[in-house]
C-alpha cells in the first residue's frame, strides 16, 4: 500500500473478557485524521459475532490455536472479506499480523504488518 494511503495510527487491544471470551477492540486513525473504532466480544471456538462500527466487516469469527496466536475471519454481509493471524514474538513486545484478502477477479492478495506494544 502507498505511503499515502497508510493509516496514520491503529491500535488494537486485546483482552480477556471472562467465560471463556476475548474482546477485541480497533481503533484506526486514517490520513489526515478520520478515525474508525470498532469493537467485539467473541467466544474462540469459532462461532461468528457482530462487530460493532466497523468499516471493514459486520462479523467475525476467532480461534486460539496456540497461546500466541490468533486466527480472525472477518465478514461483511455474508461474505468473506479477510483472514487474520495473529502472532505474538517471544518478546512479548511486538506482534505479527498476517492478512489473507481475496483478490479482485484476480489472485489472493497477502500482506504481513508489524504492530509494537504500548502500554
Same mark, same amino acid.
Given at each position: 500500500?502507498?505511503? +499515502? +494511503?497508510?493509516?496514520?495510527?491503529? /491500535?488494537?487491544?486485546?483482552? $480477556?473478557?471472562?467465560?471463556? /471470551?476475548?474482546? =477485541?477492540?480497533?481503533?484506526? *486513525?486514517?490520513?489526515?485524521?478520520?478515525?474508525?473504532?470498532?469493537? @467485539? *466480544?467473541?467466544?474462540?471456538?469459532?462461532?461468528?459475532? @457482530?462487530? #460493532?462500527?466497523?468499516?471493514?466487516? $459486520?462479523?467475525?469469527?476467532? #480461534?486460539?490455536?496456540?497461546?500466541? *496466536?490468533?486466527?480472525?475471519?472477518? +465478514? /461483511?454481509?455474508?461474505?468473506? *472479506?479477510?483472514?487474520?493471524?495473529?502472532?505474538?514474538?517471544?518478546?512479548? +513486545?511486538?506482534?505479527?499480523?498476517?492478512? =489473507?484478502?481475496?483478490?479482485? $477477479?484476480?489472485?489472493? =492478495?497477502? /500482506?504481513? @504488518?508489524?504492530?509494537?506494544?504500548?502500554?
Amino acid at each position: 500500500m502507498p505511503p +499515502q +494511503q497508510r493509516p496514520d495510527s491503529v /491500535k488494537f487491544t486485546f483482552a $480477556d473478557a471472562g467465560e471463556s /471470551k476475548l474482546s =477485541v477492540r480497533v481503533d484506526i *486513525v486514517y490520513t489526515p485524521g478520520n478515525e474508525a473504532h470498532s469493537a @467485539s *466480544v467473541a467466544t474462540l471456538d469459532g462461532v461468528a459475532v @457482530s462487530i #460493532k462500527d466497523s468499516p471493514e466487516a $459486520d462479523t467475525a469469527s476467532f #480461534k486460539r490455536p496456540a497461546p500466541n *496466536v490468533l486466527v480472525m475471519a472477518l +465478514q /461483511k454481509e455474508g461474505v468473506l *472479506v479477510s483472514t487474520r493471524v495473529y502472532a505474538v514474538l517471544p518478546d512479548e +513486545q511486538h506482534l505479527v499480523e498476517t492478512t =489473507v484478502y481475496p483478490g479482485n $477477479d484476480g489472485p489472493l =492478495v497477502m /500482506k504481513t @504488518s508489524y504492530f509494537t506494544r504500548i502500554r
